[in-house]
């Protein structure tokens, strides 16, 4: 008796592993079809206020995402235009986010083109260094590539003036404030061409990416160091001595010089210099700083935020108009 006892708890013991094992697998299987079900993301399109490019994808470098689209103002003379770049802490985002950083249609309507360009995230930078080198230089090549396209797309080569938000402001004020990229002796046309702006205006822009400046200026910064290939602030500031020349060639705050474009910075929040922020990565404290550092070299520079003084242009797209229609 006790053996067929024996037997019998152990074949139950083996009929409930087996069980088990089973439903294991089977909750196994079914979270893997799900994930091979799962609808595979959506593609990025352009808000329905957007107007539909005239051009759209044109490949402006060898990458995937070296890809430029075009709208054309209509207008017998050569029109200005307005250069997009998106934002996503160059980690992210598309083109296809233009319409947060500037208003397509009412500068179409003023007679002003626009492009928005897509450029290599840092993680694509395939052994650059830094890795903030691949967007940087994607977006003065695109820049260079659509001053190319003058004649064919009616564009003034001179009053091109750059808009975009976050990691997109810090490239354009780099674009804004860095001396010349360009190569007039090349064989190569593209790199003929300028990467001078008429103007900035952009959105939440980190204005430096020195991270002792940064700690000092708020007190909880956090962002910035990936931009080198670190890891986290923490190694940034550790580290800031030995990358020094890096941030003196992609840091805005750095490049800035009598002699560059106007610029024009809006915040969401007013600034608390010396103090922690809710949001440390587009506090205004940057923009309070550039605004004094330029004014001492005697660069223009508007910055709005809520309860600012003296706000002359309400948004990046006004400001933009009046200053590439202006007479100078």
């Keep these: 008796m006790k053996s067929e006892s024996r037997f019998a708890i152990a074949t139950g013991c ?7 094992l089973g439903d294991v697998s089977a909750r196994a299987q079914d979270a893997a079809a799900k994930r091979t079900t799962r609808p595979a993301k959506k593609p990025d399109v352009y808000e329905r206020s957007v107007p539909k490019p ?9 990458h995937d995402r070296n890809v430029i689209d075009f709208w054309k103002a209509e207008s017998d003379q050569p029109t200005p235009l307005v250069f997009i770049i998106h934002g996503g802490g160059w980690m992210g985002g598309s083109k296809e986010r233009a319409q947060r950083f500037a208003d397509v249609a009412k500068l179409l309507e003023a007679g002003i083109s626009v492009t928005s360009l897509n450029y290599r995230y ?3 930078a395939d052994g650059l260094e830094p890795p903030v080198q691949a967007p940087l230089h994607d977006a003065a090549r695109a820049l260079q ?4 396209k003058a004649a064919e797309w009616n564009i003034d080569k001179q009053r091109i003036g750059a808009a975009g ?3 997109g402001a810090c490239s354009s004020l780099w674009l804004a404030f860095h001396d010349d990229l360009a190569e007039p002796e090349s064989d190569n046309v593209l790199a003929r061409e300028s990467t001078r702006l008429w103007c900035a205006a952009v959105t939440g822009a980190q204005t430096s990416l020195d ?3 940064m700690k000092e200026w708020t007190p909880n910064s956090r962002y910035g160091g990936h931009a080198f290939g670190l ?3 923490a190694e940034f500031l550790a580290r800031r001595d030995s990358i020094e020349p890096w941030i003196a060639e992609y840091s805005p705050f750095a490049l800035v010089s009598n002699d560059d474009p106007p610029v024009y910075l809006i915040y969401s929040a007013p600034p608390a210099l010396g103090e922690n922020q809710k949001d440390p990565t587009h506090t205004s404290n940057f923009g309070v700083t550039l605004q004094e550092h330029c004014e001492e070299i005697g660069v223009e520079c508007q910055l709005v935020y809520p309860g600012a003084k003296d706000v002359q242009f309400q948004t990046p797209t006004a400001y933009l108009i009046a200053t590439l229609t202006e007479s100078r």
């Design 14 to 20: 083996a009929f409930l592993l087996v069980v088990l």
């Design 54 to 62: 005239t051009l759209s994808e044109v490949r402006y470098g060898k």
């Design 122 to 124: 840092i993680s694509q």
């Design 145 to 148: 590539f659509v001053r190319s």
């Design 165 to 167: 938000g976050s990691a």
């Design 211 to 213: 991270p002792r400046q």
């Design 231 to 233: 890891q986290n602030f």
